[in-house]
T-cell receptor, first 113, second 113 residues
Framework: EAQVTQNPRYLITVTGKKLTVTCSQN?????MSWYRQDPGLGLRQIYY???????DKGDVPEGYKVSRKEKRNFPLILESPSPNQTSLYFC????????????FGQGTRLTVV | GNSVTQMEGPVTLSEEAFLTINCTYT??????LFWYVQYPGEGLQLLLK?????DKGSNKGFEATYRKETTSFHLEKGSVQVSDSAVYFC????????????FGKGTTLSVSS
């Protein structure tokens, strides 16, 4: 089954404690991205990757890092989380060709206290 | 840059009512247009898409037509069900490889029996 898998689904952490949210896809997609979803703001792109070892900033990259060492994995790293990073996070992947749909993970609900 | 504007919610309807959720976009060239749906506690799923002017996307009784002249992609359903209660997102991808999927802010639909 084609899917994007994120872990964990829920996470409560304290300010400043480094964390990683994993994302893996099994569709051999080149393009992967991370979004955060906040009430009244919709989904905003944090980082994206067009292929292995190629990453770039989205609209709201401050406070986040990513890496793309393998095609299937695209982890999101928060080196020093702050309360304003409390949000619902989604990983997505799609083929590089034009007009294709994106597939989304189930989401990670992060709370930073 | 590219952008999507969709009607503010929430939209509250009775079962079997007619649904319209307005979506307009700003983009250069010929983007592809999508409607995604997010059921409570889940990730985003593609509902329908259209990749060129005058295309009609349809799925599960929902329809949307790509109108280049009015830059619109309104979502419609003739008779909603309680199970359609969800958040609906209009989105677009520009016509250049690697461009981001841009979302509207989402419209919450609540259908009561």
């Amino acid at each position: 089954e084609a899917q994007v898998t994120q872990n964990p689904r829920y996470l409560i952490t304290v300010t400043g404690k480094k964390l990683t949210v994993t994302c893996s896809q099994n569709m051999n997609h080149e393009y992967m991205s991370w979004y955060r979803q906040d009430p009244g703001l919709g989904l905003r792109q944090i980082y994206y990757s067009m292929n292995v070892e190629v990453t770039d900033k989205g609209d709201v990259p401050e406070g986040y890092k990513v890496s793309r060492k393998e095609k299937r994995n695209f982890p999101l790293i928060l080196e020093s989380p702050s309360p304003n990073q409390t949000s619902l996070y989604f990983c997505a992947s799609r083929a590089q060709v034009l007009n294709t749909e994106a597939f989304f993970g189930q989401g990670t609900r992060l709370t930073v206290v | 840059g590219n952008s999507v504007t969709q009607m503010e919610g929430p939209v509250t309807l009775s079962e079997e009512a007619f649904l319209t959720i307005n979506c307009t976009y700003t983009a250069t060239g010929y983007p592809s247009l999508f409607w995604y749906v997010q059921y409570p506690g889940e990730g985003l799923q593609l509902l329908l898409k259209a990749t060129k002017a005058d295309d009609k996307g349809s799925n599960k009784g929902f329809e949307a037509t790509y109108r280049k002249e009015t830059t619109s992609f309104h979502l419609e359903k003739g008779s909603v069900q309680v199970s359609d209660s969800a958040v609906y997102f209009c989105a677009l991808i520009g016509n250049q490889a690697g461009t981001a999927l841009i979302f509207g802010k989402g419209t919450t639909l609540s259908v009561s029996s």
